[in-house]
């Protein structure tokens, strides 16, 4: 809800100056990309709150950590590429997402309650991987370095 108060906010400080410009702005894309994140972020939190109980698997925590480090990572990283800092990268964790999506292969179909809670951590990352996504091009446009998380 914070977010979304202060990107509201953002639209209105910045309408002004959207308006003198013809065209697409750079200005106008960032706010694209802000309220991307922002919608992202309220499906993940409306869903993650009614599926709790997957969390909790252990074949599940290893993904969901390496996931959320990537994720803070990106976002630090943008942080700083935002302050104008030189140097800075940001993890597109497509292999965290590929282990995610094979991993459902492992636990096989005989088991419904797993399969099920898989696919609702899928769902789940899905919003998570629009965050990171929006997050990844922001800070590239800002100078960061994409990298892979192997590197």
């Known amino acids: ?23 697409r702005s ?6 694209t990309v802000f309220t991307a994140i922002n919608y992202y972020a309220k499906h993940l939190v409306a869903s993650s709150t009614r599926n709790e109980a ?3 698997e252990v ?8 996931v ?3 994720v803070a990572s990106n976002f630090n990283q943008l942080e700083k590429a935002l302050r104008g800092e030189r140097g800075t990268y940001v993890y597109t964790a497509e292999d965290v997402r590929q282990k995610i999506e094979q991993s459902l292969d492992y636990f096989g179909t005989s088991v419904q309650s797993r ?8 769902h789940n990352i899905y919003y998570v991987w629009k965050i990171n ?7 590239k446009e800002l100078g960061a370095e994409e990298i892979s998380s192997e590197d």
Not at 26 to 31: A, D, S
Not at 59 to 66: A, C, H, L, R
Not at 133 to 139: E, G, M, N, P, T
């Open 68 to 70: 959320e480090e990537k």
């Open 26 to 31: 750079r200005l106008q894309q960032f706010l």
């Open 54 to 56: 997957f969390y909790k």
């Open 133 to 139: 996504q929006s997050v990844v091009r922001l800070a």
């Open 59 to 66: 074949e599940f925590q290893g993904v969901v950590k390496e």
């Open 115 to 122: 399969n099920l809670q898989h696919l609702q951590l899928l």
């Open 1 to 23: 809800m914070e977010l979304e108060k202060k990107l509201k906010q953002l639209h209105v400080d910045s309408d002004p100056i959207i308006k003198g410009f013809v065209g």
